[in-house]
């Protein structure tokens, strides 16, 4: 006996998905050149100060980059009277590092650390509208966010300070020359409709419109460490 159950079917179902990932490259691409040394190089001595034969590679300290992310996703699917209403939710986050030493040599000259991270956020909505006779609708929006920035930290008098680190030569020997902190915030959203008629079985007739907005801001400080 059905009798007292509600014409309406509304249901729940939701898929989980989560992914991990890391990557991780060690090639040192600052080697000695014999055909065409720098002129830098040329002023320094041979070992200890720097190679002799062509190709070697010379470093002061190990040259990588690496980078790691964790993704996860929902799903919610919600099928009522009058349609299908599903939201898919993503977010992702992880850390870009880096670390050169540019001078092919032994000898402390140059060199930069980095460090970034980076967070994604994604929002869609479609409600997929099937009860109207011989018309398909479809209505959504969507939602887009994604922030990149430094968290690279250099310990000083005054407390931590964040941002990429530049080091070289000055005046007062081999040190940090320069720091630098980045931050980029990518923001956009969009709402959308779609409805395609069906005249017969062979013709239909689409119509549909979209707005968006976007955004993006950087800002960017370059700071001598004395100051």
Do not use: C, M
Request: glycine share 8%.
């Amino acid at each position: 006996d059905t009798s007292g159950k509600s014409a309406r079917e509304v249901y729940l179902t939701a898929l989980l998905g989560y992914s991990w990932g890391y990557t991780q490259d060690n090639r040192v691409n600052n080697y000695w050149s014999v055909a065409y040394p720098s002129a830098l190089l040329q002023t320094l001595a041979p070992p200890p100060l720097r190679p002799t034969q062509e190709g070697t590679v010379g470093y002061n300290f190990p040259s990588f980059q690496f980078s790691i992310r964790n993704q996860g996703s929902l799903k919610l699917t919600w099928k009522t009277g009058i349609g299908t209403l599903v939201s898919a939710t993503g977010y992702t986050e992880g850390v870009d590092k880096a670390q050169f030493d540019f001078d092919a040599s032994y000898a402390s000259i140059t060199g930069s650390r980095s460090k970034y991270h980076d967070r994604t956020f994604q929002q869609s909505l479609d409600y997929n509208i099937d009860a109207i006779k011989d018309v398909d609708l479809l209505i959504g929006g969507l939602y887009y966010y994604d922030k990149l920035y430094n968290t690279q930290k250099w310990p000083a008098a005054s407390g931590d300070i964040i941002g990429n680190q530049a080091f070289g030569l000055s005046a007062a020997g081999f040190g940090l020359t320069a720091i630098t902190k980045n931050q980029q915030i990518t923001k956009s959203w969009a709402i959308y409709i779609d409805a395609t008629y069906h005249v017969n079985d062979r013709v239909a007739l689409t119509a549909g419109g979209r707005y968006s907005h976007d955004t993006k801001s950087y800002l960017l400080i370059s700071r001598n460490p004395s100051n």
